[in-house]
């Protein structure tokens, strides 16, 4: 279990990185192919613009979509984590031979009671 969750630590802590380089490199490469096609008349600067722009907003819905799945995987490991809890053996057992006790009707009664941490009672005489 630790194993994989420093696994999706990991991959969560790259994945920004890696988009913003990703999409860098995109970036850099369309914009050198565009000044290209501009230089060689095939497409004018407002259809360049209006392109970058279009990239842009693209760009920003899949960085967010990558931000979702990211979120969506911790949810899944901590749900698997909170299952796997639920679904462990319970410790405590009852003794052998133990008698069942009535149901709970009326209140929990506490005479006398003493709490002590180590060097001696914190509390006395409770009621």
């Not at 860098?24 to 497409?43: F, N, P, S």
């Not at 990211?70 to 809890?85: D, G, K, M, P, T």
Request: proline fraction near 5%.
């Amino acid at each position: 279990m630790l194993r994989q969750d420093l696994k999706v630590a990991r991959v969560l802590a790259l994945t920004p990185s890696a988009m913003e380089f990703l999409g860098t490199l995109v970036g850099v490469g369309l914009i050198v192919y565009a000044g290209w096609l501009v230089h060689a008349g095939r497409v004018t600067g407002t259809d360049l613009m209006r392109s970058i722009v279009a990239l842009l907003v693209v760009f920003n819905n899949v960085r967010k979509l990558s931000s979702l799945n990211n979120s969506l995987q911790q949810a899944a490991a901590a749900a698997r984590r909170v299952h796997e809890v639920l679904d462990s053996p319970v410790a405590v057992v009852d003794k052998p031979g133990a008698e069942t006790l009535p149901p709970f009707r009326d209140a929990i009664r506490f005479d006398d009671v003493v709490y002590t941490y180590g060097r001696g009672p914190v509390l006395e005489g409770s009621r």
